[in-house]
């Protein structure tokens, strides 16, 4: 899909909230005492919780 002309980044909202995600990645890497984010602390900057996985597939 390509954007129309003259279209920005704040008119797509999807893309908005992609940045912000990553910003929030961001500062919490730059402030981590490890070398790398855990998966643990990944999912609690996204504020996601990995429940048991769905039988038969893996998350």
Do not use: N, Y
């Not at 893309?15 to 855990?38: M, N, P, V, Y």
Request: with cysteine.
């Amino acid at each position: 899909m390509v954007p129309s002309p003259g279209a920005t980044v704040q008119d797509d909202p999807v893309a908005l909230a992609e940045i912000e995600l990553c910003g929030e990645l961001i500062i919490a890497a730059s402030t981590a005492d490890e070398e790398r984010l855990s998966f643990a602390r990944i999912d609690e900057v996204l504020e996601v919780d990995r429940g048991p996985a769905p039988c038969g597939r893996l998350p």
